[in-house]
């Protein structure tokens, strides 16, 4: 069983930059890919990024891709998302979620709670 928590989220203005975190425990955290994910008001949620297991594989949602990058700890237990030039429609509750296939199969199944995003214009 692996807990996630996130946390670094935030209200910023247009072009501004956040950095979130996601903080593991339990689990084999260093056998997982790690993504990150976000769901908007009224929509799906969407893909943003993910890393794999050894951290030498990452991938981006086109909407983010130049403008966000993932990374990760592996003795640290923690994945961060970089988010710079930040828009308005990158407002969203931001997920992290772990992926025990080791890359992005989609079989995430442990998610964090959400930490909130919010850019103005």
């Known amino acids: 069983q692996v807990q996630l928590v996130e946390s670094g989220g935030g209200l910023v203005q247009t072009g501004g930059s956040l950095r979130l975190s996601c903080a593991a425990s339990g689990g084999t955290f260093r056998a997982y890919a790690m993504g990150w994910f976000r769901q908007a008001p009224g929509k799906a949620r969407e893909f943003v990024a993910v890393?794999?297991?050894?951290?030498?594989?990452?991938s981006y949602a086109d909407s983010v891709k130049g403008r966000f990058t993932i990374s990760r700890d592996n003795a640290k237990k923690t994945v961060t998302l970089q988010m710079n030039s930040l828009k308005p429609e990158d407002t969203a509750v931001y997920y992290c979620a772990a992926d025990p296939t080791g890359w992005n199969s989609g079989q995430y199944v442990y998610w964090g709670q959400g930490t909130q995003v919010t850019v103005s214009s």
């Open positions: 890393i794999a297991w050894s951290g030498g594989l990452t």
